[in-house]
């Protein structure tokens, strides 16, 4: 089946400090891919996106290069702020006709140190 | 529009009893997702629908789990006998049928927070 592997647990960078959080996926179909931004108490929301191989998403700083030689969609910012600090979650789904449900990744917990 | 709304936020219940869920989706969406997200994990996907029809289940959803959308509107998740494995976020979507690069979207509800006690 489909997967989703993305960095785990917490990552605690200072604020002003780059960073990188890998995820990696794999898949017998061509996919489009996301990553997801979960505020406490609410739901997923919609972070960046990339629709077909080589696209880049781009959103409040944040990027994300679709790689399909390397099956990967890493989220990478400059420089993190404090207000950055959340749960992202990598994604992929399927457009067309065929299966269109998410397959989320395990989560990564960003807290940016002041 | 006031995006996907669900209800209750919260529900506290004895093993055993039986429990019910809501969820309106956004007005102009015909497609409908049900997901469950325990503490520390991402949303698995439980059910689809679009318009009134359910087009998928997981292998998550047992069958204590049934799910409706009658009229192709609201959706309903309901837990019978509820386990205390059952504890967790129950979150839902909606999306419109054709998801092209200028009109993607999936909009999550804030969900509906079970504890089975």
């Known amino acids: 089946g489909d997967s989703v592997v993305q960095t785990e647990g917490q990552v605690l960078p200072s604020e002003g400090d780059s960073l990188i959080v890998n995820c990696s996926y794999e898949?017998?179909?061509?996919?489009?891919l996301f990553w997801y931004v979960q505020y406490p108490g609410e739901g997923p929301q919609l972070h960046l996106k990339a629709m077909k191989a080589n696209d880049k998403g781009r959103n409040k700083g944040f990027e994300a290069m679709y790689r399909k030689e390397t099956t990967s969609f890493h989220l990478e910012k400059d420089s993190v702020q404090e207000s950055d600090s959340a749960v992202y979650f990598c994604?992929?789904?399927?457009?067309?006709?065929?299966?269109?449900?998410?397959?989320f990744g395990s989560g990564t917990r960003l807290q940016v140190q002041p | 529009d006031t995006g996907v709304s669900q209800n209750p936020r919260h529900k506290i219940t004895k093993r055993g009893q039986n429990v019910t869920f809501r969820c309106d989706p956004i007005?102009?969406?015909?497609?409908l997702y049900w997901y469950r997200q325990t503490l520390g994990q991402g949303p698995e996907f439980l059910t689809y629908f679009q318009n009134e029809a359910q087009l998928e289940k997981s292998r998550l959803l047992s069958d204590r789990f049934s799910a409706e959308r009658p009229k192709g509107s609201f959706s309903t998740l309901e837990i019978q006998r509820t386990e205390q494995g059952d504890s967790a976020m129950y979150l839902c979507a909606s999306s419109p049928r054709e998801l092209g690069q200028k009109n993607y979207g999936y909009t999550f509800g804030s969900g509906t927070r079970l504890t089975v006690v």
């Open positions: 994604a992929l789904t399927f457009r067309g006709t065929g299966r269109r449900a998410l397959t």
């Open positions: 898949t017998t179909q061509y996919p489009s």
């Open positions: 007005s102009e969406h015909n497609r």
